[in-house]
Structure formats: structure tokens, C-alpha cells
């Protein structure tokens, strides 16, 4: 009986601290927002495919010595112009994702994967 | 017409072939006669670019055109920083002045044209200007160049006219 009971407790303990676990890892998923840096350099992107979450910052550099855009294709977003040197960011809002480039310098493309 | 304005748009290329054997030749040109060079090229595209602006209606010309007014700007800003920062000057010579001489043959030719016939010429023209310009840095001027700043310079305005030489081939590209 006392082992019965004990058995008891002890599947008790384990699937309450399994549960404790996943509710602890859905938090850190959808915890504090993550700041992203993409560097522009060479006429790049960098990353090329950045995975980002809802609430997350993403902040373009230009390390080029001609200004460059990061712009959405479908014209959404767009984080602005930057100068040489310049940085500009945006932060990350529910459907935007997607494949963006640089207005100027449109062969420059790169891509938003909203995870 | 069409030989005339082949050799006025390739007017570097047809120097680059025959030079050695006049006097002047662009490899013997030295850095400031070089930093010149490059600076007159860039001014006569961002004549090119203004002239587009005047007359283009194609907002892909136009984008393009505003690109090349930016990015040479850019460039010769960079360059004129650099010249000051040496203590130097740009010097005049032979290639700055058959570039311009061609140039004005270009502006003459374009700016009778307008619509699709403008738009095709303008960007045929920007994309062997930027071939023969880009031969000229990457295999003359680069090679020959003796300060290092000015070399890492041309360097990276090299890659940028690269990108622009892409950028015209696909306005090249999708005009016809």
C-alpha cells in the first residue's frame, strides 16, 4: 500500500515537473525580444535569411560608402534610408516577413523568416 | 551614325587599344592624373543620370538614373576627402579630356531622343560606359596606381561600379 502510494507521489512529482519544464520553454520562446543586427557591405546583406519573432528588433549598419535601403517587396516596411555608416531599425510585428532588397540597388536582396 | 556613335560611347576602349602607340598611353598616367580621371567619369555619368531624369519617363530609368547621381556622388566625395587628406590635387590630362569630348557627343545624341528610343540609349550607353570604365580600373589603373589609400579607394569603387554595370544590363535587359 505504502509502496502503491509512493509510486503514486513519484509519477505525480515527475509529470508535474515535466509540465513545469514545457511551461518554462514556451516562456523562453516567446519571452523578451531579441535584438538582430544585419550588416550591409559589398552590395550584401548579412545574414542573407534572418529568423526573427514577433516583438524582436532588427537593426540594419551600412558599412558601404554609397546609401542603401532595406525595404520589403511587397513595400510593407520599409526601414529607410542609410547612409554610410548609418543605422536604422524596425521592430517586428505580426505577417511581417518576407523577401526584401534594397531600393537603389535592387539585385541586393535578402529575406525576414518570421519563426 | 551607328559606327560614329559606337566609337564616341567606346571611345575609352579604342584608346585602351591603340594607346601604346601614341605618346600618351592611360598606363602612364600617375595617381592624380588617375584620381582625375576617375573623377570626370564620375561627373560625366551624373550628367548622364540628370539628362535621363529630364527626359525618361520610365520609373526604372528614372530609379537607375537617381542611383548613379547618388552613388557617383558618393564616390567623388570619398575621393576629394582623400585628395585633401593627402595635400594633393586632381590633375587634368589627355583621358579626362577625350571622356569629356565623347560625352558631349553623347549628350547631343541622347538629348534629341525621347521616350523608349531616349530610355534604350540612355541605358546601352550606361551599360558599355561602365564596361569600358571598369576594364580601364580593374586591368590599368588599379595595377598602376602607387598610393595605397587611392588604390583601396578605386578598389571599392570598382565593386560599385560593378554593381552598376549589372544594374544596366538588367535595365538593358528589360527595355528590350
Known amino acids: 500500500m505504502y509502496r502503491r502510494r509512493f509510486l503514486a507521489s513519484l ?3 515527475v509529470a508535474a515537473t515535466t509540465a513545469s519544464l514545457k511551461l518554462n520553454a514556451a516562456s523562453a520562446s516567446s519571452g523578451a525580444p531579441v535584438s538582430h543586427t544585419v550588416k550591409i557591405a559589398n552590395f550584401a546583406f548579412s545574414p542573407a535569411t534572418l ?15 554609397v546609401p542603401h535601403t532595406a525595404t520589403a517587396d511587397d513595400g510593407s516596411w520599409d526601414a529607410g534610408e542609410l547612409g554610410p555608416n548609418e543605422r536604422k531599425e524596425i521592430v517586428v510585428t505580426e505577417g511581417l516577413g518576407g523577401s526584401y532588397y534594397c531600393r537603389f540597388h535592387p539585385a541586393m536582396t535578402a529575406k525576414l523568416d518570421l519563426v | 551614325m551607328k559606327i560614329h556613335t559606337f566609337v564616341a560611347t567606346a571611345g575609352i576602349a579604342v584608346f585602351a587599344v591603340f594607346g601604346s602607340a601614341h605618346a600618351e598611353s592611360p598606363a602612364d598616367l600617375n595617381d592624380l592624373e588617375i584620381a582625375h580621371v576617375a573623377y570626370t567619369a564620375d561627373n560625366i555619368d551624373i550628367r548622364y543620370a540628370h539628362l535621363a531624369l529630364a527626359l525618361s519617363e520610365s520609373s526604372e ?22 585628395l585633401e587628406k593627402l595635400g594633393a590635387q586632381p590633375q587634368d590630362n589627355f583621358l579626362s579630356q577625350q ?40 586591368n590599368t589603373f588599379i595595377p ?29 535587359n528589360s527595355l528590350n
Not at chain 1, 529568423?51 to 560608402?65: E, K, L
Not at chain 2, 538629348?111 to 550606361?126: C, M, P, Q
Open chain 2, 61 to 82: 530609368v528614372r530609379e537607375f538614373a537617381a542611383t548613379m547621381i547618388r552613388d557617383h556622388n558618393a564616390v567623388n566625395g570619398q575621393a576629394l576627402a582623400l
Open chain 1, 11 to 13: 509519477v505525480a512529482a
Open chain 2, 99 to 138: 571622356l569629356i569630348a565623347n560625352s558631349i557627343e553623347l549628350v547631343n545624341e541622347m538629348s534629341a531622343l525621347r521616350g523608349a528610343d531616349f530610355d534604350k540609349r540612355y541605358a546601352e550607353n550606361e551599360l558599355a560606359y561602365h564596361q569600358a570604365v571598369n576594364d580601364l580600373v580593374e
Open chain 1, 51 to 65: 529568423s526573427v519573432g514577433v516583438g524582436d528588433r532588427v537593426t540594419w549598419i551600412n558599412m558601404d560608402i
Open chain 2, 144 to 172: 598602376n596606381i602607387d598610393n595605397g589609400e587611392v588604390k583601396d579607394l578605386f578598389g571599392a569603387g570598382l565593386e560599385i561600379f560593378m554593381a552598376h554595370e549589372n544594374h544596366a544590363q538588367a535595365v538593358v
